[in-house]
């Protein structure tokens, strides 16, 4: 099978229960299912598993940028979460990368990619002031800085929400956030059509 599954909150392999999946951790879950290498069957697999459920990629990727990971929470038809990841350079951050994450609320992907406790950012955004805009089908989303103990220079994280469901950013290096004020948009994937077969994929994943 081209994904492997695991839980979408921690690394711990799966086993089957009588009522669905489990994790020795953290009990019943939804199956994360994230390829062994990231490249464009493996993605078919993906779409055909999220069928459904929005998966975000910073469009158009810039020259010489590539996906370099992806993963689905959820049965075919019953997604809850998707993630990508892409890399590349720019002149003032050499390397970055970026994780988008589409979740149903207490799902957890979200906050395993961006290091924190709480499964969803609400209790951090909920009294703050909203930082960077993204686009998504030409509407301006609103994301919130999280605060993220032990990230530093290392990582950024921003949430907010899209089509009912949380939103993440996850940033490499931190100061990779300052791409999100230059008029950065996300694409659903499952809608770009023969575009898609243009998009590169390969490289290292992003460490989550």
Known sequence: MALQVTCPRCPTPLRRGTDGWVCARHGAVAALRRPVLADYDAFAEHLRVAQGFPTYLPWPLADAWRVTDFAVVGEAGGAQ????????STVRDGPVEITVVAEEPGIGLGARCAGLVHSDPG???RDALPGPRIRIDQQALPL???????AGLERSVVAGEAQGRWLWLVLRPASALLLLTEGWALA??????AALLDVPFGGPAPPW
Not at 144 to 150: H, I, N
Not at 188 to 193: E, I, N
């Open 81 to 88: 979460a998707t993630l990508t990841s892409v890399a590349g």
């Open 123 to 125: 209790a951090q955004i």
């Open 144 to 150: 919130w800085p999280l605060s993220v103990e032990g």
């Open 188 to 193: 659903d994937l499952s809608h770009l059509g």
